[in-house]
């Protein structure tokens, strides 16, 4: 009879298994006999020689007497340690994000009376963190009422009172354009860098560039007691590093100085994330359409079987957009009028597929260009197509992974990302220009299939069959 198995190479995982066989009645035999797998592979796996496929895992979890949380944690330990710790919380911690994402736009919680600016004192300095982020808070309001409101700072996101209260104001009468300069260091984690910039890119009142410049390592002083600054239309305000201090000026000179400075450090940084209005939107969306590579949407990308008869039968919320619609006409359709090939590979949700069956409404792809619900037997015909191309469609699996409504999220082939909420009061759009962020998210779509956050093949197309004999009965009702 083998012996239980001795952990000589050690990890979370294989120590985690070894606790459990060791706590239980089973010997290796008796699992081998149990699971169908080897003894040897059992052993190696245990002390850590082997680290084999997850189904094995599985197979083994299951033969033991533990609970379904024990089973999850020990899945869990497996996984971080076959991807990589960095790897693994790469995938959970862009899950989380994706299925945040709405939380984010926090600005219709901000109090919708007029502000009124106070005055700013110039050539003061204020002390106190409070003092000097209510300053910034003035000048940001007076900016809003210029007629081309700029902001622009290097303010890191570890001043967080500033970036809360700017992701809270009522701007959205007039969008003021931020440019904001960060410097990473090789420590710098780029999702959450890129938690902060969509939360206040999703302010409607702002117009949302970031640029990035990296350096190896993190000073353990600022060579200057004023680092940061704030350059508005009027103003320049020099912060300092602890956020303690500010010095105010309204100096022409200082702040022409200041500009020109501005200009040298843009030159010396990188544009990583860029937010859109609304037209701007669609022209990013039909624009680079044939670039995309993936995609995980809300809806299935039914706009992939659509043809340019079916959308122009619904362009009346487009009357007098004629050059936007020629655009979108020439890069999606073919001569033709059939639709070119979009995506390589679309990740879906069932909500979204159900929210289409119900309303018609397509928020894909070509967002808002089929403004109208789409009829009946369109939704049919386009919901059989879907149903017949599984090679390049898959379903989420609604208990592991929530996509946000009207959410859609592009990996394109010039290694940036696309994130986009196509929705009638509030769209919004960005794109990340960012080869790190991009490899972190091309691994969470290429892991979605491997991680198991999909479901299968039948029962993606037991859903579609389940929403067109909905239609069809609803047609028959009729």
Known sequence: MAEKGLNTKSSEFSEKLVEY?????????KLSQITGLGRTAIQHTMSGKLLPAQDFVEKLSLALPITTNQRSELIELYRREKIGSKAYYNRIHVKEMIEQLPNYCIADSAPKNKIIPAPVQCDTVVRGIVNVNNALRNIIINENNEENPLLTTTLPYENKMFFDMLKALDLSD?????????????????ITMLEEALKLSMNKGIIYKMYVSCEQNRPESYSSAFPFYLLSS????????????AYISDNKDLHSIFMQHTADIEQKSVPTLDTYDEFQMFDILFGNGQDYSESIEF????????????????????????????????RFFHEDGTVMALLNKCYFSLDGLKSFTENGIIVTTIGRMVPTPLTIEERIYLLEKLRDDTEKKVMIDPIRL???????????????????????????????????L?????????????????????EMVQAVDDCISALKNKLAQN
């Open 438 to 458: 991009y490899e972190i998210f091309n691994d969470f779509v290429d892991s979605l299939e491997q991680d198991k956050l999909v479901v299968s093949e039948a």
């Open 21 to 29: 066989i060791n706590s239980s009645d089973y010997t290796v035999y």
């Open 234 to 245: 009027r103003y320049i305000v020099t912060i300092s590093a602890d956020f303690n201090a």
């Open 299 to 330: 809806q299935p990308c039914l706009s992939s079987y659509i043809n340019i008869n079916n959308v122009m039968s619904h362009m009346k919320y487009f009357e007098g957009r004629s050059e936007l619609i020629d655009k979108f006409k020439s």
């Open 174 to 190: 007039k969008s003021i354009k931020l440019k904001h300069y960060i410097k990473t260091y090789d420590e710098t984690d780029p």
């Open 402 to 436: 929530t996509i946000p409504e009207n959410m859609q999220l592009f990996i394109r082939e010039d290694k940036s990302i696309v994130i986009s909420f196509c929705m009638s009061d509030s769209p919004f759009c960005c794109v990340v220009h960012s080869v790190e």
